[in-house]
């Protein structure tokens, strides 16, 4: 077969499934034949028309995928065809075949169900770039995570325990979210409705970091729950990237006030990435240390179900969808 | 002598010479005979008395000095009696005598005169623990500099320079200045009245790192001037603490917005700031690569006028006071 199924996104912003071109691996590239493949966020936005593909990257959705190697490209020497991977993705995930940097792979057991594993590549890697390479949790410091039990919350409560964080707490929107966050391993869960994170983290002495994708009034309040030499780190601003912010508390506290992007970031940073993380946290992924925690799965062509339930915010943790190939 | 001359504040904030105790040095600290001291504009602030001292330390004014060891506590041993030397202080420096912590302290050279020694500590410790150490300037990567003719700026512009920055761009207010900036190393000095320092970083693509004092607008025109990766990092926020924020670049660009100050910290981190900066800079000062600007030197008793040029803004590099021992 020369062509393969993928989510399209019509002009009136639905989601189709089409056949489309079979990639084929270009040089320091693996084509990995899908498993499964994991639902963010940005891909609502992307879908919207307002978070284009980076350039060279597919323009179907899609930021990592689960399943097996199906062909190498040139320049590649670490995996081989019919090796279980997950990998992170610039686009082209909707699908029954990807194209993935060799740099952004990681291995996968093959008795690990796809779904389970593909809550991870993504996941991972963000917390990694965000909470340990660029704000530099340490051991023994106190972590705030707001998002609790999203797909990245989930994941950075249980790297944050398994990095050694002093104390974690995670904000979410239910007392169930609450009770969810609290099994993965945050002392202390925080109902944004219900209880002010700040006046709770005050009490505690102030986050060494925050890990944020609130924004809005949320940049003021994250730099009230801080304590000295607090590191503020934001992935997204869901509730606004403009604000009055006082600076008098940045200063007397030594404050960062941080944020990145993932997906834009070139081949080989992300591979200085992955290889940071394989070596510090991967296995813990690997032997279930760090539970996967699935929402719920559907079938590819059930996308538009899929991105419905993602865009109510009743979820916790990754929606997946499953990739059947018919043979 | 138990006694000894010092500059005291009054209650309608004029600043008059009285006599008080002189200190002993208690254990990890040493006690100096000031020859100079150094303005800085947190000393006007604190003499409006918005700055007070932090606990412990002396209320009398003065954040460094240059002189002799008179005496050394307990606890102490690398600096002894009749040695000279520089100290960045947490208060007292306008004075005859003053204590210091010992990891506070840097040699310096016989021949070099006071007033000159005196352009130094606070200014290189200042640089070193936000540019360096927080900020991260590497060599090869473009450094901003705010205020380029400030006691900080002239220093900044040459430690950036030793350090190996690839391009030093530096803000001043007039021609003149400007030209100071461009002899200690600036590439391109930028006349913040009638150029846009934003235009002409962007030209270049933008800086890796910038130093700001000026706050208020100049938040978001660093963002503007910042390329991939970049480091903001405030001393102060001279022009406001408080200015609405669009954080969308920050998010794009991957940027952080840090602050810091230098007197609260803990003696401990002084010390490690110290041992840091002295291996990797000060022989650069000590040889005279880093020169030292000095605007003007006062006596001890002219505090007053001395106060009053630094409020003017007129200066260009340090003023200092002069402090004579009549023996």
Redesign the interface.
Known sequence: MTSMRAVSIQSDQSLTIDRIAKPTPGSGEVLIKVEAAGLNRADLVQRAGKYPAPPGASTVLGLEVVGRVESVGADTDRFTVGDRVCALLPGGGYTEYAVADEGSILPVPDNMPAAEACCFPEAVFTVWANVFD?AGLQAGEVFLCHGGTSGIGVTAIQMARVMGAARIFATAGTDEKCALAQSLGADRAINYKTEDFVDILKQDGGADVILDMV?GDY?QRNISASRMNGRII????MNG????????P???K????????LR?RAADEKRRLRDALEGAIWSSVMDGTIRPVLDSTYPLEDVETAHARMQSGEHSGKIILTVGHGD
């Open positions: 660029r924004g940049v934001n992935i997204a601003y990237f403009k604000t009055e912010v006082n600076f008098g940045v200063l007397m030594r404050l960062s006030l941080m944020a990145t992007t834009a």
